[in-house]
C-alpha cells in the first residue's frame, strides 16, 4: 500500500466551478501536509502548507486536514484557466523525508 | 538569484551507460533532495541530503548513487542505466528551519535510457 493515494483524475470543470482534490494517507505520523501545483513540463511550487489538523485559507484556496480520517483536501473557489495544472499532495512526519501523492490533473475551462 | 538549476535539461542514454546529473542551488539551504516522477506514480524520494558529506535513502534508492561534497551541490549518479530508469529527475532543496517547510524544485531532467 502507498503511503499517499491521490486521485490522478483528469478532471475537467467549467471556468468559476468549485474544485476538489483530495488526498487519503496511512501513516498516522504525518503531521505536516503541502499541495503543491506543477505545470507541464515545469518543477513543482509550493502552493499551501498546513500543520496538524484544520483549516487554513489564502485567496481562492483553502486547505483541509482530518487526521481522524487521513484524509487532506485542498478547494478552489472560483476556478480560473491559469489554474490548469497538476496538483500534487505532500506530507511529512519530520522535516526531512516527504511523501507525494501521484497528482491530479486539473484542466479549468474558459 | 538562480534558485535551483539541473544539469542536463535532456539526456539518452544507452543500457549500461553511466552519467551524473548534478544540482545547484544558490539559497545556502542545507537540505536537498533526489526525486523520480513516472506517470501515475507521483514524486518518489531516492535519496536526499541533510547538509554537506551527509547523504540517505529515500524511497526508491537502488541503481542510484549520490554525493554532496559542497553544500550547494547535490550528485545523482547512475552507474549501469536500466530502462527502468528512464524518468523524469527532479531536485529539490530546503531550509533547515522554514516556517512552511518549502521545498524549492529544479526545472527537471528528462532521462532516456534505451
Known amino acids: 500500500q502507498k503511503e499517499v493515494e491521490q486521485d490522478p483524475g483528469p478532471l475537467s470543470v467549467p471556468e468559476g466551478a468549485i474544485v476538489s482534490l483530495n488526498c487519503t494517507y496511512s501513516?498516522?505520523?504525518?503531521?505536516?501536509f503541502m499541495w503543491y501545483r506543477q505545470y507541464s513540463r515545469k518543477g513543482p511550487e509550493l502552493l499551501m502548507y498546513?500543520?496538524?489538523?484544520g483549516n487554513k485559507e489564502d485567496g481562492r484556496f483553502t486547505a483541509q486536514v482530518d487526521k481522524s480520517s487521513k484524509y487532506i483536501s485542498l478547494f478552489i473557489r472560483d476556478s480560473q484557466p491559469s489554474d490548469s495544472a497538476t496538483y500534487l499532495c505532500?506530507?511529512?512526519?519530520?522535516?526531512?523525508?516527504?511523501?507525494f501523492g501521484s497528482g491530479t490533473k486539473l484542466n479549468v475551462k474558459p | 538569484n538562480a534558485g535551483v538549476t539541473q544539469t542536463p535539461k535532456f539526456r539518452v542514454l544507452k543500457t549500461g551507460q553511466s552519467m551524473t546529473l548534478l544540482c545547484a542551488q544558490d539559497m545556502n539551504h542545507e537540505y536537498m533532495y533526489w526525486y523520480r516522477q513516472d506517470p501515475g506514480m507521483g514524486l518518489r524520494l531516492i535519496h536526499y541530503s541533510v547538509g554537506e558529506g551527509t547523504t540517505a535513502k529515500g524511497e526508491v534508492p537502488d541503481g542510484y548513487n549520490v554525493s554532496r561534497l559542497k553544500k550547494q551541490n547535490f550528485l545523482l549518479g547512475l552507474e549501469s542505466a536500466a530502462p527502468s530508469q528512464t524518468s523524469v529527475y527532479f531536485c529539490?532543496?530546503?531550509?533547515?528551519?522554514?516556517?512552511?517547510?518549502?521545498?524549492?524544485f529544479g526545472p527537471g531532467t528528462r532521462l532516456t535510457v534505451l
Open positions: 529539490a532543496s530546503k531550509k533547515l528551519a522554514d516556517l512552511y517547510n518549502e521545498q524549492f
Open positions: 498546513t500543520y496538524s489538523s
Open positions: 501513516n498516522s505520523a504525518f503531521q505536516y
Open positions: 505532500a506530507m511529512s512526519g519530520n522535516f526531512n523525508k516527504f511523501y
